[in-house]
C-alpha cells in the first residue's frame, strides 16, 4: 500500500531507456538510484537498462564506468554479488541525437531487447539531457513510431510508453509553453513525467501526511492562527562548473518556479477530496492561482534580489560569483531571492508567506517554518520584560530530516521563567541533499505509473505565469551586486523584510 495515495501498484516489465547515459546525472544519480532499486528488491523483475549516448564504447566499457560512479555515489556501499546481478542488464547504445535514422535502429534494438528481458514493450524514456536536446529527441521518439502503444484486437493498448524529463521545462512561459506542445504532439499528458526532485524527498511527501493526519495541526492551519510561514533552500555551494548554465537561470528560474513554489503549493493546499494523483494536483494547482499577482510596489517591496561576492565558507576562501568559470564579470544574474508572498484565499488572506533561496550562505539547509500566532500579553507575558516566544512548527528537509514542535514551558532550574523548548523528531541524515534517495522514490513511482510526485503542465504554467513576472522586473533594472559576502545569511534587505513587521527569519 502506498501511503501517499492508499493504491497498490506494482512496477511492471520495462526498459529505462536513458539518453545522456554519459552524462554527470546519470552517474551520480539515475544509476545509483536504480542500483539502491535493486538492492531493495524493488526493481522490476523483467527489466533492462539501456544508456544511450554520443560517444562510442562498449557495454562492457560503460559498465566499468558505472562501477566507479556506483562506489562513489551509491547510497549503499557497493555490494559485488549485487553489482553482478544487474551489470548484465545495462546496455550501452551510441547515438547521435540529432540523426534521425538513428532512432529506427534504436527502436530495432529495444524490440529486440524485449525478446531477452521479456520486456513487453513497454518503455521508460529518461531525457537526461541538456534541454536543447529534449524536442528533437522526443520527435526522433515520435517519427520512429516508439511513442505509441502496441493495440490489441479490443483496441486496448498492450503496452506502455513513458517520457521522463528533467528541468529546466523551458525558461519562461512561453518557451515552456512550446516545448510543451512539441512533447504533447507524440506523448500523452498523462505519460509525462516532469521531474522536481524535491517532490521525492521523504521530509516533502511528510507534509501533506503532517497536516492531514494530525488534528492538532489541521484546525490550527489558517490565517486564524498561523501568523506567517516560511520556507528557505540555503546552500553553502556556489555554482561550481554549471555557471554557464545558471547565469541564464538564476535563483529564479532555477529554485523558485519549481522547488519552492511545489512546496509552498503542499504546505498552503486545501485537503483534497481523495488521494488520488488528479485529486492533490487540482488542490496544489488552485495554490499557485490563488498568489497575488506583483503590482510595481510589490515588487520594489515585496522581492529582494542578491549575488554573492567574495568571502568565506567554512573555513574555505571562496569567488564571487562574478569571478566563477561561465560568468560574465558584469552579471546581473541573482544567486539569492527572498521575498513575501500572499495565498489569497479564504484560509491564507492575511497570513504572509516569506520565502527564499540562495547560494554560498552559511549553512546548507532546507527547512519549512509554520509561526503561530501569538497569545495576548497578559498572565505570564504580561510587563515590559517579559518576551513570548511563539509557537513554532518546524519541518526539516535537509540536512537533518525531521520535525520539531517549539512550545512554551515553566523553566525548572530558574522556577521563575517561561522557556521554550523543541519537541523534536528530528534524524541525522547527512546524506540527505539532492540525494538519490529522492530519485530512488521517483524512478520507483515512473515503473509503477504513478503520476502523483511529478509537476503536471497546469502547474508548470501556472508557476511560469507567476515567475515571469519577476524575472521581468529583475532583467528590467541593473542591480547593485554583489550584495553579499559568501558564508553570510544573504543581503541584509532580506533580514529588512521580515524585520519592518517585527518578524524575523527563524533559522540560519
Ligand atoms: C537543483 C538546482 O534543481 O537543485 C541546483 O538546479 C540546486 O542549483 C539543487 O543546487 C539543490 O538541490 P538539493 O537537493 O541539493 O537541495
Redesign the pocket.
Known amino acids: 500500500m502506498d501511503i501517499n495515495t492508499n493504491t497498490v501498484r506494482v512496477s511492471e516489465p520495462t526498459i529505462m531507456v536513458i539518453f545522456g547515459g554519459t552524462g554527470d546525472l546519470t552517474h551520480r544519480k539515475l544509476i545509483p538510484a536504480l542500483y539502491n532499486l535493486a538492492f531493495d528488491q524493488l526493481m522490476p523483475e523483467h527489466f533492462a537498462i539501456v544508456a544511450v549516448g554520443r560517444r562510442a564504447k562498449s557495454s562492457e566499457e560503460y559498465r566499468e564506468e558505472l562501477y566507479t560512479s556506483l562506489n562513489k555515489y551509491s547510497r549503499n556501499k557497493l555490494d559485488d554479488a549485487q553489482w553482478l546481478r544487474i551489470r548484465d542488464i545495462i546496455h550501452y547504445y551510441q547515438l547521435d541525437f540529432t540523426e534521425t535514422a538513428g532512432y529506427e535502429q534504436l527502436g530495432t534494438y529495444l524490440a529486440e531487447l524485449d525478446g531477452l528481458y521479456h520486456t513487453q514493450g513497454n518503455r521508460i524514456f529518461y531525457l537526461a539531457v541538456a534541454p536543447e536536446y529534449f524536442e528533437t529527441i522526443v520527435g526522433g521518439l515520435g517519427a520512429s513510431g516508439q511513442s505509441v502503444c502496441r493495440r490489441g484486437s479490443d483496441g486496448h493498448c498492450a503496452n506502455w510508453q513513458r517520457l521522463v524529463i528533467e528541468?529546466?521545462f523551458g525558461k519562461d512561459l512561453s518557451t515552456a509553453k512550446h516545448l510543451n506542445d512539441a512533447l504533447h504532439t507524440v506523448f500523452d499528458e498523462s505519460d509525462i513525467y516532469r521531474i522536481?526532485?524535491?517532490l521525492g524527498?521523504d521530509m516533502i511527501q511528510n507534509i501533506m501526511v503532517l497536516r492531514f493526519c494530525n488534528v492538532v495541526f489541521e484546525s490550527l492551519w489558517s490565517s486564524q492562527y498561523i501568523d506567517n510561514i516560511q520556507i528557505s533552500?540555503s546552500?553553502k555551494?556556489g555554482?561550481g562548473s554549471?555557471g554557464g548554465y545558471?547565469d541564464h537561470?538564476g535563483a529564479i528560474r532555477?529554485?523558485v518556479q519549481?522547488?519552492l513554489l511545489q512546496i509552498l503549493s503542499l504546505v498552503a493546499m486545501e485537503p483534497p477530496v481523495s488521494l488520488s494523483t488528479d485529486a492533490i494536483r487540482q488542490e496544489k494547482l488552485k495554490v499557485i492561482q490563488a498568489l497575488e499577482p506583483f503590482t510595481a510596489d510589490t515588487l520594489r517591496e515585496n522581492v529582494v534580489f542578491g549575488q554573492y561576492g567574495a568571502g568565506v565558507v567554512g573555513a574555505e576562501q571562496v569567488p564571487a560569483y562574478r569571478d566563477e568559470s561561465g560568468v560574465p564579470d558584469n552579471s546581473n544574474t541573482e544567486t539569492f531571492v527572498a521575498m513575501r508572498l500572499c495565498v489569497n484565499n479564504f484560509r491564507w488572506a492575511g497570513t504572509p508567506f516569506y520565502i527564499r533561496t540562495g547560494?554560498r550562505l552559511q549553512e546548507?539547509a532546507?527547512e519549512i517554518v509554520i509561526q503561530f500566532k501569538s497569545l495576548p500579553n497578559i498572565l505570564y507575558f504580561a510587563g515590559e520584560q517579559a518576551r513570548q516566544e511563539p509557537n513554532l512548527l518546524v519541518i526539516r528537509?535537509?540536512p537533518n530530516v525531521g520535525v520539531y514542535f517549539q512550545l512554551n514551558t515553566k523553566d525548572f532550574s530558574t522556577q521563575k521563567e517561561i522557556v521554550p523548548v523543541k519537541v523534536e523528531t528530528s534524524h541525522l541524515s547527512p546524506n540527505?541533499?539532492?540525494?538519490p534517495e529522492?530519485y530512488e522514490r521517483l524512478i520507483y513511482d515512473i515503473m509503477r505509473g504513478d503520476a502523483t510526485l511529478f509537476a503536471w503542465w497546469n502547474e508548470v504554467e501556472a508557476s511560469w505565469k507567476f515567475a515571469d513576472q519577476i524575472i521581468a522586473y529583475r532583467e528590467s533594472q541593473r542591480q547593485k551586486f554583489p550584495n553579499y559576502i559568501a558564508g553570510s545569511a544573504g543581503p541584509v534587505k532580506a533580514i529588512e523584510l521580515l524585520a519592518r513587521e517585527s518578524r524575523e527569519w527563524w533559522t540560519i
Not at 432 to 435: D, E, K, M, R, S
Request: without cysteine.
Open positions: 528541468k529546466p522536481d526532485h524535491y524527498k533552500l546552500e555551494l555554482v554549471r545558471y537561470s532555477d529554485m519549481n522547488h547560494k546548507s532546507a528537509i535537509q540527505q541533499g539532492n540525494t529522492a
